[in-house]
Nanobody
């Protein structure tokens, strides 16, 4: 059974860094789009960043470009989201999601993730002084 488990969330001060991990089991990261999505209280879920596991191409939403980096480790079957220069508006529950990749990453990542098939339970990121 395909499972995604997120970890790495926590409390960080503005300007700080965190690295989120998404460990996949039940499938190999062959030809998937893996994405990070986030949802803050009272707001719609939004795509943050996605990666193609086959060629490593990436997509970032505008507000995180230059601050967040997505990467994957095919041996560990894990996708990471390195977050730097965190801002209070980055605070949210961060979810990892996956789908067999059949379309450009922007299709999967530029909205709330309706095109994704598999979801983790999320990890909470709090950015506060």
């Amino acid at each position: 059974q395909l499972q995604l488990v997120e970890s790495g969330g926590g409390l960080v001060q503005p300007g700080g860094s965190l690295r989120l991990s998404c460990a996949a089991s039940g499938f190999s990261l062959g030809y998937y789009a893996i994405g990070w999505f986030r949802q803050a209280p009272g707001k719609e879920r939004e795509g943050v960043s996605c990666i193609s596991t086959s060629d490593g191409s990436t997509y970032y939403t505008g507000s995180v470009k230059g601050r967040f980096t997505i990467s994957r480790d095919s041996v560990k079957n894990t996708v990471y989201l390195q977050m730097k220069s965190l801002k209070p508006e980055d605070a949210a529950v961060y979810y990892c999601a996956a789908v067999p990749k059949r379309a450009p990453l922007s299709y999967y990542c530029s909205g709330p993730g309706d095109g994704m098939d598999y979801w983790g339970k999320g990890t909470l990121v709090t950015v506060s002084a």
